[in-house]
Protein backbone atom coordinates (compact mmCIF):
# COMPACT_ATOMS: atom_id res chain seq x y z
CA UNK A 1 0.00 0.00 0.00
CA UNK A 2 1.38 3.24 -1.03
CA UNK A 3 1.84 6.29 1.76
CA UNK A 4 1.66 9.31 2.29
CA UNK A 5 2.09 12.29 4.49
CA UNK A 6 -0.74 14.54 6.37
CA UNK A 7 -0.54 17.59 8.86
CA UNK A 8 -2.49 16.24 11.54
CA UNK A 9 -1.04 16.29 15.30
CA UNK A 10 -2.24 20.38 16.41
CA UNK A 11 -3.49 21.54 19.53
CA UNK A 12 -6.85 22.95 19.48
CA UNK A 13 -5.07 25.60 21.12
CA UNK A 14 -3.90 28.12 18.32
CA UNK A 15 -4.04 24.68 16.49
CA UNK A 16 -0.02 24.49 16.61
CA UNK A 17 1.45 22.21 14.29
CA UNK A 18 3.53 19.49 16.50
CA UNK A 19 4.55 16.45 13.22
CA UNK A 20 3.86 14.79 10.15
CA UNK A 21 2.46 11.76 10.68
CA UNK A 22 3.12 9.32 7.86
CA UNK A 23 -0.56 7.69 7.02
CA UNK A 24 -1.38 5.29 4.17
CA UNK A 25 -4.07 5.33 1.88
CA UNK A 26 -6.41 3.69 3.63
CA UNK A 27 -5.69 5.46 6.72
CA UNK A 28 -6.08 8.56 4.90
CA UNK A 29 -8.96 8.05 3.15
CA UNK A 30 -11.06 7.16 6.79
CA UNK A 31 -9.61 9.89 8.40
CA UNK A 32 -11.45 11.86 5.29
CA UNK A 33 -14.28 9.74 5.22
CA UNK A 34 -15.30 10.86 9.09
CA UNK A 35 -14.27 14.34 8.20
CA UNK A 36 -16.73 14.59 5.39
CA UNK A 37 -19.18 12.36 7.93
CA UNK A 38 -19.28 14.90 10.68
CA UNK A 39 -19.19 18.26 8.46
CA UNK A 40 -22.30 16.84 6.30
CA UNK A 41 -24.22 14.20 8.23
CA UNK A 42 -23.99 15.01 11.85
CA UNK A 43 -27.78 14.94 12.16
CA UNK A 44 -29.15 11.35 13.30
CA UNK A 45 -30.97 9.33 15.97
CA UNK A 46 -28.33 8.26 18.50
CA UNK A 47 -26.15 11.29 17.75
CA UNK A 48 -26.22 14.48 19.88
CA UNK A 49 -28.62 16.22 17.51
CA UNK A 50 -31.19 13.63 18.49
CA UNK A 51 -33.39 15.06 21.71
CA UNK A 52 -34.38 11.49 22.89
CA UNK A 53 -30.34 10.88 22.87
CA UNK A 54 -29.29 14.20 24.62
CA UNK A 55 -32.18 13.81 27.48
CA UNK A 56 -30.83 9.86 27.93
CA UNK A 57 -26.87 9.87 27.30
CA UNK A 58 -26.09 10.26 30.78
CA UNK A 59 -27.91 6.98 31.36
CA UNK A 60 -26.70 5.53 28.78
CA UNK A 61 -23.24 6.19 29.84
CA UNK A 62 -23.95 4.32 33.67
CA UNK A 63 -24.76 1.24 32.23
CA UNK A 64 -22.34 0.78 29.72
CA UNK A 65 -19.71 1.56 32.47
CA UNK A 66 -21.93 -0.17 34.93
CA UNK A 67 -20.86 2.45 37.70
CA UNK A 68 -23.21 4.99 39.70
CA UNK A 69 -23.89 8.81 39.02
CA UNK A 70 -22.37 9.78 42.24
CA UNK A 71 -19.35 7.76 41.30
CA UNK A 72 -18.70 9.19 38.25
CA UNK A 73 -19.46 13.07 39.34
CA UNK A 74 -16.18 14.99 39.11
CA UNK A 75 -14.01 12.40 37.05
CA UNK A 76 -11.81 13.10 34.46
CA UNK A 77 -12.38 11.90 30.89
CA UNK A 78 -11.42 11.64 28.01
CA UNK A 79 -12.67 10.81 24.75
CA UNK A 80 -10.65 9.47 22.57
CA UNK A 81 -12.73 9.46 18.95
CA UNK A 82 -15.11 11.23 20.25
CA UNK A 83 -16.86 12.34 16.78
CA UNK A 84 -19.43 14.55 17.02
CA UNK A 85 -19.43 15.05 20.84
CA UNK A 86 -22.53 12.60 22.07
CA UNK A 87 -20.52 10.97 24.57
CA UNK A 88 -18.86 13.92 25.83
CA UNK A 89 -22.12 15.93 25.98
CA UNK A 90 -23.11 12.68 28.31
CA UNK A 91 -20.35 12.53 30.29
CA UNK A 92 -20.47 16.60 30.72
CA UNK A 93 -24.31 15.99 31.72
CA UNK A 94 -22.93 13.48 34.70
CA UNK A 95 -20.58 16.30 36.04
CA UNK A 96 -16.91 15.17 34.57
CA UNK A 97 -13.98 17.12 33.61
CA UNK A 98 -14.06 16.32 29.88
CA UNK A 99 -11.43 16.29 27.12
CA UNK A 100 -12.53 15.35 23.70
CA UNK A 101 -10.19 14.29 21.03
CA UNK A 102 -10.36 13.74 17.18
CA UNK A 103 -7.90 13.66 14.61
CA UNK A 104 -9.88 16.12 12.50
CA UNK A 105 -10.78 19.72 12.46
CA UNK A 106 -14.73 18.58 11.28
CA UNK A 107 -15.57 16.78 14.48
CA UNK A 108 -13.80 18.99 16.78
CA UNK A 109 -15.29 22.31 15.64
CA UNK A 110 -18.60 20.35 16.61
CA UNK A 111 -17.50 19.73 20.14
CA UNK A 112 -16.40 23.42 20.80
CA UNK A 113 -20.12 24.89 19.14
CA UNK A 114 -22.17 22.18 20.96
CA UNK A 115 -20.14 20.81 24.50
CA UNK A 116 -18.24 24.86 24.99
CA UNK A 117 -17.34 22.68 28.60
CA UNK A 118 -15.05 20.27 26.88
CA UNK A 119 -11.75 21.09 26.28
CA UNK A 120 -11.49 19.77 22.63
CA UNK A 121 -7.71 18.50 21.53
CA UNK A 122 -6.78 17.37 17.61
CA UNK A 123 -4.42 14.87 17.48
CA UNK A 124 -4.13 11.61 16.07
CA UNK A 125 -4.55 8.79 18.32
CA UNK A 126 -1.25 7.20 18.62
CA UNK A 127 0.44 10.69 18.98
CA UNK A 128 -1.18 10.98 22.63
CA UNK A 129 1.94 9.76 24.34
CA UNK A 130 3.42 12.72 23.11
CA UNK A 131 0.52 15.43 23.29
CA UNK A 132 -0.49 15.23 26.76
CA UNK A 133 2.95 14.33 27.83
CA UNK A 134 2.02 12.45 31.76
CA UNK A 135 -1.80 13.41 31.92
CA UNK A 136 -3.97 10.31 33.24
CA UNK A 137 -7.70 10.25 33.02
CA UNK A 138 -9.87 8.61 35.25
CA UNK A 139 -12.03 6.83 32.70
CA UNK A 140 -10.40 6.73 29.57
CA UNK A 141 -13.44 6.45 26.55
CA UNK A 142 -12.35 4.80 23.34
CA UNK A 143 -15.86 3.97 21.77
CA UNK A 144 -15.72 3.02 17.79
CA UNK A 145 -12.12 4.43 16.81
CA UNK A 146 -9.13 1.13 17.41
CA UNK A 147 -10.99 -0.98 14.70
CA UNK A 148 -10.66 2.17 12.17
CA UNK A 149 -6.89 2.07 12.90
CA UNK A 150 -4.09 0.55 10.82
CA UNK A 151 -2.96 -1.42 13.98
CA UNK A 152 -5.72 -1.72 16.59
CA UNK A 153 -3.60 -3.49 18.80
CA UNK A 154 -0.91 -0.72 18.89
CA UNK A 155 -4.19 1.80 19.62
CA UNK A 156 -5.18 -0.07 22.33
CA UNK A 157 -1.82 -0.27 23.96
CA UNK A 158 -1.37 3.65 23.48
CA UNK A 159 -4.92 3.89 25.69
CA UNK A 160 -3.40 2.13 28.45
CA UNK A 161 -0.90 5.23 28.71
CA UNK A 162 -3.75 7.49 29.49
CA UNK A 163 -4.76 5.36 32.57
CA UNK A 164 -3.43 5.85 36.33
CA UNK A 165 -3.73 3.16 38.90
CA UNK A 166 -7.50 3.11 39.40
CA UNK A 167 -8.69 4.51 35.97
CA UNK A 168 -11.23 2.37 33.72
CA UNK A 169 -10.76 1.89 30.01
CA UNK A 170 -14.17 1.46 28.02
CA UNK A 171 -13.81 -0.02 24.20
CA UNK A 172 -16.68 -0.27 21.30
CA UNK A 173 -15.38 -2.63 19.03
CA UNK A 174 -16.57 -4.61 15.83
CA UNK A 175 -16.07 -8.01 16.30
CA UNK A 176 -18.82 -9.55 14.03
CA UNK A 177 -18.23 -10.68 10.36
CA UNK A 178 -20.12 -7.88 8.74
CA UNK A 179 -20.27 -10.54 6.21
CA UNK A 180 -19.29 -10.20 1.71
CA UNK A 181 -22.35 -7.59 0.70
CA UNK A 182 -21.01 -5.56 3.41
CA UNK A 183 -17.66 -5.76 2.42
CA UNK A 184 -18.65 -5.78 -1.19
CA UNK A 185 -20.47 -2.49 -0.77
CA UNK A 186 -17.52 -0.85 0.96
CA UNK A 187 -14.95 -1.79 -1.39
CA UNK A 188 -17.06 -0.43 -4.42
CA UNK A 189 -17.80 2.86 -2.25
CA UNK A 190 -13.30 3.14 -2.02
CA UNK A 191 -13.52 3.43 -5.89
CA UNK A 192 -15.28 6.73 -5.84
CA UNK A 193 -15.15 10.25 -4.17
CA UNK A 194 -15.82 10.44 -0.71
CA UNK A 195 -18.34 13.37 -1.96
CA UNK A 196 -19.88 10.34 -4.54
CA UNK A 197 -20.59 7.88 -1.55
CA UNK A 198 -23.09 10.23 -0.03
CA UNK A 199 -24.76 10.05 -3.35
CA UNK A 200 -24.74 6.76 -3.91
CA UNK A 201 -25.76 5.30 -0.72
CA UNK A 202 -28.66 7.53 -1.30
CA UNK A 203 -29.54 6.17 -4.28
CA UNK A 204 -29.26 2.57 -3.11
CA UNK A 205 -32.00 3.66 -0.17
CA UNK A 206 -34.32 5.33 -2.62
CA UNK A 207 -34.36 2.23 -4.86
CA UNK A 208 -35.01 -0.01 -1.69
CA UNK A 209 -31.16 -1.88 -1.46
CA UNK A 210 -30.06 -0.30 1.75
CA UNK A 211 -32.20 0.90 4.77
CA UNK A 212 -31.09 3.08 7.77
CA UNK A 213 -30.40 6.32 8.19
CA UNK A 214 -27.78 8.46 5.57
CA UNK A 215 -25.42 8.72 8.45
CA UNK A 216 -25.68 5.05 10.07
CA UNK A 217 -24.67 3.98 6.20
CA UNK A 218 -21.95 6.21 5.51
CA UNK A 219 -20.47 5.47 8.85
CA UNK A 220 -20.36 2.16 8.36
CA UNK A 221 -19.81 1.62 4.78
CA UNK A 222 -17.85 4.66 3.23
CA UNK A 223 -14.72 3.52 5.56
CA UNK A 224 -12.31 2.09 4.18
CA UNK A 225 -10.50 0.49 7.54
CA UNK A 226 -12.64 -1.55 9.25
CA UNK A 227 -11.12 -4.61 11.48
CA UNK A 228 -13.36 -7.28 13.08
CA UNK A 229 -11.49 -8.19 16.68
CA UNK A 230 -12.90 -11.45 17.91
CA UNK A 231 -13.82 -11.52 21.34
CA UNK A 232 -10.68 -14.09 22.12
CA UNK A 233 -8.06 -11.72 20.88
CA UNK A 234 -9.69 -8.50 22.80
CA UNK A 235 -9.75 -10.45 25.61
CA UNK A 236 -6.24 -11.33 25.49
CA UNK A 237 -5.14 -7.31 25.37
CA UNK A 238 -6.62 -6.69 28.30
CA UNK A 239 -5.10 -10.31 29.93
CA UNK A 240 -2.00 -9.39 29.17
CA UNK A 241 -1.88 -5.86 30.40
CA UNK A 242 -3.17 -7.07 33.79
CA UNK A 243 -6.54 -5.84 33.20
CA UNK A 244 -10.20 -7.05 33.97
CA UNK A 245 -12.42 -7.75 31.54
CA UNK A 246 -16.41 -6.84 31.63
CA UNK A 247 -18.18 -7.60 28.56
CA UNK A 248 -21.94 -5.95 28.42
CA UNK A 249 -23.64 -5.26 25.78
CA UNK A 250 -26.02 -2.00 27.22
CA UNK A 251 -29.61 -1.77 27.05
CA UNK A 252 -29.54 1.42 24.41
CA UNK A 253 -27.95 -1.18 22.23
CA UNK A 254 -28.64 -4.62 23.38
CA UNK A 255 -29.31 -5.85 19.61
CA UNK A 256 -26.08 -5.12 18.87
CA UNK A 257 -23.39 -8.47 18.04
CA UNK A 258 -20.34 -6.36 18.52
CA UNK A 259 -18.09 -5.79 21.73
CA UNK A 260 -18.76 -3.21 24.69
CA UNK A 261 -15.78 -3.37 27.00
CA UNK A 262 -14.51 -1.97 30.49
CA UNK A 263 -11.66 -2.77 32.03
CA UNK A 264 -9.43 -2.15 34.83
CA UNK A 265 -6.38 -2.81 36.89
CA UNK A 266 -6.80 -6.06 38.61
CA UNK A 267 -6.76 -5.86 42.55
CA UNK A 268 -7.88 -2.03 41.78
CA UNK A 269 -11.07 -1.60 43.48
CA UNK A 270 -13.79 0.44 41.89
Not at 176 to 186: A, E, H, M, P, S
Not at 213 to 226: G, K, R
Amino acid sequence: MCSEKLDLARLNTGCRKNSWLVKTKDELDTIRSFEYQWKNLADSKYLISDETWRNNVDNYILDELGVTRDWIRGKTVIDVGCGGGRWTYGFVKLGCQVTALDVSEGPCNLIRKNVPQAEVVMTDLFELPKILRNRKFDIVWCWGVIHHTNNPHKAFDTLLGLMSEDSLLHLYVYSFNRGIRVKTLRWILGLFSINDRESIIRLLVRLGILHGSIHELFDSLSTQINHEIPETELRSWFEEHNLSYMHHTPQWSKTSRDLFVTGKKIGIKN
